[in-house]
């Protein structure tokens, strides 16, 4: 036989677990959506740097100075470090 403090817990539990299901979902939709706006910025903040680089690799108006000092590599370190030329 059963306890009566078990058998009082489990009824507890049959009476609450709509509820508890109900917010399971809740929470479940919430991630969902948090993860598709993180994906979204993740995006956007990958084609900001891409852009960058190109623009940076592009940039070859005197000849190759220009070319070596707007290198692809070189403007990263630049975007890490945030100081002058490396």
Known sequence: MMSVRRRRLRAKEGK???LVRRAEEKNCKVRK???QKRKCVDKIFLFGIMALIFAGAAQSARG???KR???PEKIICRLVTKTKKI
Do not use: C
């Open 16 to 18: 609450n677990m709509h």
């Open 33 to 35: 959506e948090n993860d």
């Open 64 to 66: 190759r100075t220009a």
């Open 69 to 71: 000092r707007n290198a």
